[in-house]
């Protein structure tokens, strides 16, 4: 998709600060992060939204999460996460490419859904 800022992200055309990369998927931050070290997992094919993603790009993608949300606990200290993945503008989605919020939390964060 040329027009898609993830798939620019993908290519590389976008800078992004990666956090974890394979043949599959791609992690980085959060430009706009809710709390520090939110961060997106994304898939490198262009899928949207979740009910048109194959099954065994989801569980890459949960997979991946899992992945990230160990470093954030294990190697950061957060004391909990939010996994959550949005479709449609009615739930807050912006960008039309699937992508995995994979948020830190702290008890004095003070951010609450
Ligand atoms: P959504 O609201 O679609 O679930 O989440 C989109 C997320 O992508 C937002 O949290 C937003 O801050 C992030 N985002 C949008 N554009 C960029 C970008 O160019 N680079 C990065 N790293 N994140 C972006
Ligand atoms: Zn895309």
Redesign the pocket.
Known sequence: MSDC?FCK?VEKE?P??IVFEDADVLA???????VKG?A?VIPKQHHDPVTETPDEVLAKLFLTAKKIAKAQMNAFGAQGVNIMQ?NGRAA????EHI?V?VIPRFEEDGHHW
């Open positions: 800022i992200i976008i992004s600060t980085f931050m959060d430009i706009g992060p809710i939110h997106l949005n807050g989605q912006e960008v992508h919020h």
